[in-house]
Every structure is written in structure tokens, then in C-alpha cells.
């Protein structure tokens, strides 16, 4: 008796001590439920938005949400890598959609959300079109953390000065651009540093979407006529004096709000840097959808990005994640995250103040637009990581173009190969 009973003791010890590894502070309500969820993520920056929602779901559902946020991404990655094969695991964690996350789809550590998706689609919670991209072999993992739309933003007051409005074709855009050049004043910014695939993405997807997807998944080559097509279109671009310096390290903000340069292509969470150089949406600055290159096509194509909120497949809770996951969906939860960050939500019911980002994400989110997912997410890693140094080199040196897109099909066939 007196054995069974030590046994029996150290079953329960070691039972607390694998809990408590899993979650740390579990905030277990002694219902058997958490109380208080952790969500790992690589965005230190938002940890006051992540703690107002934290709050705000304390309040609504009964589960917190306590966020630990990375600056380092490598680091924030390999924590992750390692909860999965260790005992201490996140309830909830932040990653990337395309190739990251199929990756860990395909290794069985994500939890799927093909439940969620069905609810949320059917209460007009999230666009049928956002499926996709959150879909693998049939079936959905993880949901939006955040989405954001690649527009073209403009110093309104240099465009009202040069009598100039927001185009809507392909032509209007350059004509625009030929009359501020004409003025002195740069048209478009674009940079060699990260962002340099920027243009690259925006010229493909407006002149032939399709192709654009095909290279995502290798069906397409770099060297296909279509792809060396849009470079050249680029090189014209950058031959008629049309961009900034792509070497420069001065904030793209700040270049548009002296009107040194006129328009930037950006994502729609550029809206917070505006808004922190003193300037008021709808009257120093504005933003619009930019149009196809190929006028023939019926729908506009929109370059978006969208960031998964994912549980793991083993989670601490997973009904604990899993309801938490459902409420981030809803209309209140989404209104305080979008509003509080200054961008669009996923949900198409959510009331944005600012016009500009409301009537972009009303029309995004009711299918006006075609959505292509960012190329930075759309290729695969080893692909995306030769594309941006050929991109950066082609920007210092437009004529080797061709030998750029050579340089991006090395490493495309080289990841290829053996898939």
C-alpha cells in the first residue's frame, strides 16, 4: 500500500512539473480550462496592441492573452522549431503563410482551423478569397493574424499642386509621373534593401497574374518570356528618372511628406508611418489602388500580405486556443486590432475611420479585387533570398537585367529539383 501510494505521488509531481513546462503560468481556472493564454510572436513592437486585446478578451470571454514578443527573428524561429520536439510549447504563436507555413503543416505541428475558417466565412467574418492562402491539402491551418493591402501612397498637396488626381489606368499612372518629373519632383520611391522586390511583384501581377503564381510554385521559369518582359518594362521605368535613389536610407515617409518624392508602393501598415510624421489622412496624404498594367484583364489584382495566428497541432489547451482563435475572428475583436494599429482587418465588417483604408478594405474584402499573396511570402525562402540580392543589383544596374533573372533561376532550380 505504502509503495502504490509513493508511486501515486510521484505520478502527480511529475504530471505538475510537465504542466507547468508546457505553459508556464497556465492560468488554469480549475475548471480544467486556461485562463490566460500566451502568444509567442516576432513583432515587439506591437506588444501594447497585443496587450489591449489581451484585455479586451479577458473581458469578453473569460481568456487572456499574455504576449511574448522576439525582436530577432532567427531566434524567434528556433524557438518555435524547438517547441515543437520539447515540452515547453505556446498556446498561441505568430508565423508566415506560403513556404514557412506549409512546412509546418506538412510536418504535422500545426493545428488545423478548417472549422474555423467554415464559421467565420459563413457569419461574413472573412473573405472566401482569403481561403487560399491559408490552405493545404484541402484543408485550412491557422487564421489571419493581420492583413494589409499593397497600395500606392501620395503626397496629396504636391498631386493638387501639378493638378493631378489618383489614376485610374496604367497610362494615367505614367502620364502622372511623366508631368511630376516634368516638375522636378521624383515620382515613385523604391529601395534596394528588403523591399526590392516591390515593383517586381506589382509589374508581374497587373500584367499577368497567372504567370505570377506559376513561378511561386516552379511551374514557371525566371527566363520565360513574361518574366523578362516585366524587367524590361522596369528598366524604362528607371531609365525615365522615375524612381528614387534605391540607396538611400531616408524614411520613404519622410521623402513623401517633404514632396521630394510624390508616391510610395507600400503595404497599408505604412499608414502608422505617415501618421507619425504629423500627417493627417485624407488631407496631407492619400492612397489608392494601383492599376493593372494590362487593361483587358476584368478584375484589378491586389498584392496583400496576411500573417497566421497559429496553435500548435499538441498545444498546452487546445480548446483554450482554439476558442481564442475563434473570438480574434469576430467583428469587436478585430475593430480594437485593426483601429488600434491604424491598418485594415481581415473582416470585412469591421468599421475602419480613416476613409481611405475603409473604402480599400470594403472593396478588398467584397471581391472587387483579385488578391495575389506578397511575393516576400509567395516564393519559396532559398528563391525569395536570391531574388532580393538580384533585384537590389539589378536597381544599381538596370542592363543586367537578364542576368539577374538568370541568377534567380539558379537558385529556383536548385530548390526545385528535389521537390
Known sequence: ????????????????????????????????????????NDKGAWKPFFEELGKLSKDQIGIGMTPVG???????????????????????????????LQEIVEAGQ????????????????????????????????CVPLNISYWVMFYNKKVFDSAGLKPPTSWAELLSAADTLKAKG???????????????FQQLLIGTDPDLYNRLATGEAKYTDPGVVAVMQRWKEMIDKGYFSDPG????????????????????????????????????????FVVPNVDPARSKTTVAFESGPLCSLAKAPDPKASTKYMR????????????????????????????????????????????LANRYFEAAPAPVLTAALDAFGAFMVDPDSYQKQLENIQKAADEYWKGR
Open 1 to 40: 500500500m505504502f509503495v502504490r501510494l509513493r508511486v501515486l505521488t510521484a505520478l502527480v509531481a511529475a504530471a505538475s512539473l510537465t504542466l507547468t513546462a508546457c505553459g508556464g503560468d497556465s492560468g488554469d481556472s480549475g475548471s480544467g480550462g486556461k485562463t490566460e493564454l500566451k502568444l509567442y
Open 110 to 141: 500545426v493545428a488545423e482551423t478548417t472549422d474555423l475558417w467554415k464559421e467565420a466565412i459563413a457569419n461574413g467574418d472573412l473573405p472566401e478569397e482569403l481561403k487560399e492562402t491559408y490552405t493545404y491539402g484541402g484543408k485550412q491551418y
Open 327 to 370: 473570438w480574434w475572428l469576430t467583428q469587436p475583436a478585430q475593430e480594437k486590432w485593426a483601429n488600434s494599429r491604424g491598418d485594415v482587418s481581415a473582416n470585412p465588417k469591421v468599421t475602419i475611420p480613416d476613409p481611405g483604408l475603409g473604402e480599400i478594405a470594403k472593396a478588398a474584402g467584397s471581391g472587387e479585387y483579385a
Open 248 to 287: 538611400s536610407k531616408e524614411d520613404p515617409a519622410v521623402q513623401l511628406k517633404s514632396g521630394k518624392t510624390a508616391m510610395a508602393l507600400f503595404g497599408t501598415w505604412f499608414n502608422t508611418s505617415m501618421t507619425q510624421q504629423g500627417l493627417k489622412p485624407g488631407t496631407d496624404y492619400g492612397m
Open 70 to 100: 522576439y525582436t530577432d527573428e532567427p531566434t524567434y524561429s528556433a524557438f518555435i522549431k524547438a517547441s515543437f520536439r520539447t515540452n515547453n510549447k505556446p498556446d498561441l504563436f505568430t508565423w508566415n503563410t506560403g513556404g514557412r
Open 185 to 199: 519632383i521624383t515620382p515613385f520611391y523604391h529601395t534596394s534593401v528588403l523591399f526590392s522586390f516591390v515593383w
